[in-house]
């Protein structure tokens, strides 16, 4: 049964989509079966440029990748979640929709990097890219097909802390 994970951030343009496609991207390389998805509660309707290319030069494929509605997610036929990760602190303090069959839920914070100075925001862009990566494959470690909720949790936010 395939593991799928909406990750959620206000605007769904950089760390949501920075977070799905490292996720993606991994359960293919490691052959997990799990799947990525992101949405936004106010989605920009534009991927950041940025996140774009850092996710492509690392080999990241993005073809299907676009800002979009956490909406989506809870209409008739959406895929059942089983984990929900917010990835920015205003999705995460944001009432979020019911979701079917209760899924686990827990927050990865990470700073916007579209708030770096100019000059170094391609940079934070990559930095945020590699430390989405890392917490992506320490969660393809987990037994997530056979974890209890409540273990799950705890196991997912150990990854934060660790």
């Known amino acids: 049964m395939t593991t799928n994970v909406l990750i959620l951030c206000t605007h769904n343009s950089a760390r949501s989509v920075l977070s799905e496609g490292m ?4 359960a293919r390389k490691l052959g997990k079966d799990v799947h990525a998805y992101s949405a936004g509660s106010a989605p ?3 991927i950041n440029p940025f996140a774009l ?10 073809s299907y990748v676009r800002s979009k509605s956490w909406d989506e997610f809870v209409a ?3 895929p059942e ?14 009432q979020c929709p019911y979701w079917p069959g209760k899924p686990v839920k827990v927050h990865w914070g990470y700073p916007d990097p579209s708030n770096a100075p100019e000059a170094e925001r391609r940079k934070a862009f990559e ?7 890392y917490r992506m494959l320490q969660m393809l470690n987990l037994p997530l097909e056979t974890m209890a909720p409540s273990d799950l ?3 997912l936010e ?5």
């Open 127 to 133: 930095l945020t890219r590699q430390a989405i990566g």
């Open 158 to 162: 150990g990854i934060v802390r660790s």
């Open 153 to 155: 949790r705890a196991a």
């Open 23 to 26: 996720l993606n991207h991994w």
């Open 44 to 46: 920009s309707g534009r």
């Open 81 to 94: 979640m089983h984990v929900v990760i917010t990835v920015c602190d205003s999705a995460a303090a944001e």
């Open 53 to 62: 290319d850092v996710l492509n030069e690392a080999g990241v494929d993005t």
């Open 76 to 78: 008739p036929g959406a």
